[in-house]
């Protein structure tokens, strides 16, 4: 058997713990809920078509035309009743939570528009708490108050999915699908429970002002009144919902109006699951099983035209308002409450972008899996070759899939998203008109284009350097509306029995054939696009090397804070002052631009470095984060709209009166004494002879990660570069001539301060080897006349633990005095309280809100990839 050198060993098993760290548990968590909501869709699908496989697309086309306009009319004004109650969710839940603070119709405004463009979306893409949270925040709301809106809002409409249900049950109980009957009795007893403890509830809420505590969280609960018509509202909203399929359907396909409200609130929250948008295959399967409509070309009709009615109409008058909004703005013809209306809209225009694009590409997709007109290609094959159909077919599929993966980019206000949109919707267009003349088509891309070209200023981040992915909510949404789409075309060519040759037929009328080979593109790209996500999913990151810009290392040399060293060690980004007088060095982790400690120059650049990395973060669509940044400048990063969180305490040594001497530094002068008595003497060379020393470094260096089982940590700390290491002088501990210890030394310019970096030994060395070593190195330092020595840092060291104080603060504290077996975070403070150090805080600063732990996540995975270790310095 071959043997594996020591250090090969080791790296094998250090790149193994590395990889052990990855976040598979998170990872594998969304790719199978993402998976669950696609299998939920696909097995509605195949339900779907088990039921309707007697029926043909001829005959749902002719029921389809065959619905009265009386009947259409009808569903709209139910459909116009649902989402007015919709509104009044919003309107309830602001006033219940913040009162006064918002106006009415801009409540109402976010709650109706929110709904239909996440209605036509599906929730996994863009979910209406989303929506109202960048709304409710322009209005300074702030995220607390946020949550308790959402939840009320929501409160509301399962609410009346519950009583509907427990009405259903209480009503006709004989009649209720299998899919819930437990026996009449059983049915109409658990209604009656279910409806009285919803009026206890409201008597309960009549009594006094309620508060709702779940641990620390305090949610405060609507009056009696104002639950009773957030009820209402919620009851009005489903029922006006099911009411606009209900007058649809077919006559007599309904025996029982609460058992068809049963049914009706179970496909709704079937289609959630699915994450297609609207619900689409799995509301239908549900509506056709359960009411027991299948071989019934009227009732598919019915749902088509609820499709229509319900979910198309209402976004295409969110588009219709954004426009007019968008319009009016550029003319500067607004005042008093539109001024309102344009501020509430702005914040929604990138989803409703991204519902544009969506819904190009599912247009597109329908479009080249059904069969086109016959008088239409005869009069395309007086004009096109075969060739260009059958490719412009290919072409329409693939434009209308990579429609609904740009919406993602759209949704982030990319501005390559925006830029590719704008030439697949004109590819689109074209594709529409030269594979089978359809100019509505066509008509439809060119003014969605439009619509975006009006949305321009909206688009302006600049992404860096980034692997492609999709999230696995987005894939699970672009998935079911692919094999929905392709459900459709099995269901339009049903009537066609299969034959291999049908794959290579080319004919004017083989759209059959056409069909299955689209089929194979869209399984393909999408196949494609999952191997992607599974690859370059979001893991922890690999720092890799980056040129340092030649004016680094002096604005290095002339800082006076030691720590701005780390610009040397090439893992790091730079954004450069204009004039070479100062940058700032960062790494993008996630979704986040963390920069290592504030902007590093003279005073008069910092602050307008700091607003240039803000800058450069919001232009490339990510999160501002400050990593390790002192009090001086929190004005700075407040004013910047960033929120702080304290992570502990950073410990320096005044070393204009340290000494050794006193009975407090006893144990630092025995560590000395005992290294002279071991024969273990103390050297700083200087950074010209590092590299003869090398070779000797990295093999302690590697003893030492050996004996911690750890591997090298990056961005806030050095790791083991020969090229890093050679910029500075390296303090050593020999023994018999053999270096058993040693630490690169960080110097500040002026001789402000000064510290280690990388502190690591042999594992049989002296038990007070670092004691020893750092008690050397202040004494030296002192003789050097430096004022300060750094120790670094303490992690929660500091944190308020009061019931008044944050819950940052809070957790912190909790985890500083409970977190023993995890990292022993009050012995790290004790080790360096015996240097008689002043204490002073250190900041994570990024975006509050919805933002802040996925900012404190990503400065996470950047440090180390471990959740303890982003503490560390």
Not at 150 to 163: C, E, K, P, R, V
Not at 727 to 743: Q, T
Request: hydrophobic share 50%; with cysteine.
């Amino acid at each position: 058997m071959t043997s594996i050198p020591g250090n090969e060993k080791q790296t094998r098993r250090i790149e193994a713990r590395a990889q052990s760290r990855l976040p598979w548990g998170k990872k594998t968590k969304s790719a199978l809920f993402a998976f669950f909501g696609i299998a939920v869709a696909v097995i509605g699908l195949l339900v779907l078509d088990h039921l309707s496989s007697g029926i043909s697309i001829h005959d749902v086309k002719q029921s389809i035309h065959a619905i009265p306009g009386s009947v259409l009319l009808t569903a709209l004004f139910f459909t116009f009743v649902s989402f007015a109650a919709v509104a009044l969710y919003d309107v309830v839940a602001v006033e219940t939570i913040a009162p006064g603070r918002v106006p009415y119709h801009i409540s109402a405004m976010a709650g109706g528009a929110g709904y239909a463009i996440s209605n036509a979306l599906g929730f996994s893409l863009l979910t209406g708490g989303a929506l109202r949270y960048r709304v409710y925040a322009a209005e300074g709301i702030d995220i607390a108050d946020i949550g308790r809106i959402i939840g009320t809002s929501w409160m509301a409409i399962w609410f009346a999915f519950t009583i509907l249900i427990a009405v259903a049950l209480v009503i006709d109980p004989s009649r209720i699908p299998w899919l819930f009957s437990f026996g009449p009795v059983l049915d109409q007893l658990i209604g009656i429970l279910v409806l009285f403890a919803v009026a206890v509830l409201l008597y309960w809420l009549s009594r006094r002002e309620r508060t709702l505590n779940i641990g620390r969280l305090s949610v405060r609960l609507p009056s009696s009144q104002g639950a009773l018509l957030q009820i209402l509202a919620g009851l009005v909203d489903v029922a006006a919902a099911a009411a606009t399929l209900y007058v649809l359907l077919p006559a007599g396909s309904v025996n029982s109006i609460p058992a068809f409200a049963l049914v009706y609130v179970v496909a709704v929250a079937l289609g959630i699951i699915s994450h297609a948008p609207g619900g689409i295959g799995a509301f239908e399967a549900t509506i056709v099983a359960g009411l027991g409509l299948g071989q019934n070309p009227d009732a598919i009709a019915a749902l088509v035209a609820y499709r229509v009615i319900y979910t198309l109409i209402p976004f295409l008058m969110a588009i219709a308002g954004f426009v007019v909004s968008e319009a009016l703005r550029r003319r500067h013809l607004i005042a008093g409450p539109t001024i309102s209306a344009v501020r509430m809209f702005e914040p929604l225009i990138p989803p409703l972008s991204a519902g544009i694009a969506f819904l190009g590409g599912i247009v597109l997709l329908i479009s080249a899996v059904i069969p086109d007109l016959h008088h239409r290609l005869e009069m395309l094959a007086d004009i096109l070759p075969l060739p260009f159909l059958e490719m412009s077919h290919l072409g329409a599929s693939f434009v209308g899939l990579a429609l609904l993966i740009v919406a993602r980019g759209l949704a982030r206000r990319l501005w390559r998203a925006w830029f590719l949109a704008l030439i697949l919707f004109s590819l689109g267009a074209i594709f529409a008109l030269s594979k089978a003349f359809a100019w509505e088509e066509a008509l439809m891309l060119a003014l969605m284009a439009g619509t975006l070209l009006l949305f321009r200023d909206s688009f302006y981040r600049k992404p860096l350097g980034e692997h492609f992915s999709l999230s696995w909510g987005w894939l699970a949404s672009v998935g079911t509306t692919a094999f929905s789409i392709l459900w459709l075309g099995l269901f339009a060519y049903r009537h066609v029995e299969y034959a291999n040759q049908l794959w290579w037929e080319f004919a004017w009328d083989a759209q059959a054939s056409r069909f299955l080979r689209v089929s194979v593109l869209i399984l393909t790209f999408l196949a494609a696009i999952t191997i992607n996500t599974i690859i370059n999913g979001v893991g922890r990151g690999k720092l890799r090397a980056q040129p340092i810009p030649e004016q680094v290392p002096d604005l290095v040399a002339m800082s006076p804070s030691a720590s701005d060293a780390l610009a040397l060690l090439g893992d790091k980004r730079f954004l450069m002052d204009p004039q070479g007088k100062g940058f700032v060095m960062y790494a993008r982790s996630g979704g986040s631009l963390v920069s290592m400690g504030e902007p590093v120059g003279s005073d008069d650049v910092i602050a307008d470095l700091a607003w240039a990395f803000r800058g450069l973060a919001d232009r490339t669509g990510t999160r501002t984060v400050f990593y390790g940044v002192g009090p001086e400048r929190l004005p700075l990063f407040l004013d910047m709209g960033l929120t702080a969180l304290k992570l502990g305490e950073v410990a320096r040594v005044d070393l204009s009166d340290f000494s050794l001497e006193g009975s407090k530094r006893q144990p630092l002068r025995y560590a000395a004494r005992r290294l002279e008595k071991e024969g273990i003497s103390f050297e700083i060379l200087p950074k010209g002879q590092t590299a003869d020393i090398m070779d000797e470094l990295r093999a302690v260096s590697d003893a030492w990660l050996e004996m911690k089982s750890g591997s090298e940590k990056r961005f806030s700390l050095g790791s083991f570069e020969n090229a890093y290491l050679s910029h500075f002088d390296i303090a050593v501990l020999r023994k018999e001539g053999a270096i058993v210890a040693f630490a690169n030394v960080w110097r500040g310019a002026g001789n402000q301060e000064i510290a280690v970096d990388l502190m690591r030994h042999v594992p049989d060395a002296s038990s007070v080897i670092m004691d020893g070593l750092f008690a050397n190195l202040l004494m030296a330092a002192k003789g050097e006349g430096y004022r300060w020595f750094n120790l670094g840092a303490a992690p929660l060291s500091g944190l308020s633990d009061s019931h008044l104080a944050s819950r940052w603060n809070r957790i912190g504290s909790f985890i500083y005095r409970r977190g023993a077996e995890f990292y022993r975070f009050d012995g790290l403070r004790a080790f360096k309280d015996k240097f008689g150090p002043k204490w002073t805080p250190y900041y994570l600063i990024c975006p509050p809100g919805l933002a802040t732990p996925r900012s404190l996540i990503d400065a996470t995975n950047l440090v180390s990839g471990s959740p303890f270790e982003v503490f560390k310095r």
